[in-house]
């Protein structure tokens, strides 16, 4: 099975643009996960998708918000980008529920400048 | 403290050395799993235990889980320095939303 994809892999935004990041989970998963990583906050949990509906959300504001198509793709979109949003963005994919073992991709790398 | 809290935060030992790293959490937990994460890129599971488990191994790694001191400990057997990475331990909470929560990590360096 192809592994959890993530695109793009890098991205370079400057502050007050939007940007949106794109992940295609392992087939068959249908719960997709997204994680913002930092050295200082570390791995933070920000929305969970299942079904195309969000079912659990972190303690995020509400520029950070996310989808999920009927393939279970996801995509999450950050608006009005601050310095602090400059991040590894994590998506990770898993078959049911959000506590089942997760699949992680490569991440996004976001510099915000 | 957190709910899964690594330690030690950071552990550095010699090839062929044991490494052991724990993980303390707060709420009545599902399952607990552990992690690596290569510099700057995504985690890789490593092993999931479940509530009812005690021990699980896996190759190399070792973990154990003490529900009622809320408590997991893995070990890593004849290190190797494809073994340095950070590790994460994360719980996966049955109250309230069921996600996982993952701690801080420990920055483990297997010096040849």
């Known amino acids: 099975k192809a592994g959890v994809t993530q695109t793009p892999r890098y991205l370079i935004k400057t502050r007050g643009q939007q940007v949106t990041l794109s992940c295609s989970p392992i087939?068959?998963?249908?719960?997709v996960s997204w994680y913002q990583q930092t050295p200082g906050q570390g791995l933070q949990f920000l929305f969970e998708?299942?079904?195309?509906?969000?079912?659990n959300k972190g303690n995020f504001p509400g520029r950070f918000s996310g989808r999920q198509f009927s393939n279970s793709r996801s995509e999450m979109n950050v608006s009005t980008l601050e310095l602090g949003d400059s991040a590894l963005y994590l998506c990770?994919?898993?078959?049911?529920?959000?506590?089942?073992?997760?699949?992680f991709g490569p991440g996004t790398r976001l510099t915000v400048t | 403290s957190q709910q899964g809290e690594e330690d030690p935060q950071a552990l550095s030992i010699q090839e062929g050395e044991n490494a052991t790293m724990n993980c303390s959490y707060k709420?009545?937990?599902?399952?607990l799993q552990w992690y690596r994460q290569n510099s700057g890129r995504g985690l890789v599971h490593l092993i999931l235990i479940r509530s009812n488990e005690r021990e699980k191994h896996s190759g190399r790694l070792r973990v154990t889980l003490d529900t009622s001191k809320k408590s997991s400990s893995l070990l890593i057997t004849a290190s190797r320095a494809a073994d340095t990475a950070s590790y994460f331990c994360?719980?996966?909470?049955?109250?309230?939303?069921?996600?996982?929560?993952f701690g801080q990590g420990t920055r483990l360096t297997i010096n040849p």
């Open positions: 990770a994919s898993s078959l049911d529920r959000g506590w089942d073992e997760q699949y």
């Open positions: 087939s068959g998963h249908r719960s």
């Open positions: 998708y299942f079904s195309e509906t969000q079912r």
């Open positions: 994360a719980t996966g909470l049955i109250q309230g939303a069921q996600k996982l929560v």
């Open positions: 709420t009545s937990i599902n399952n």
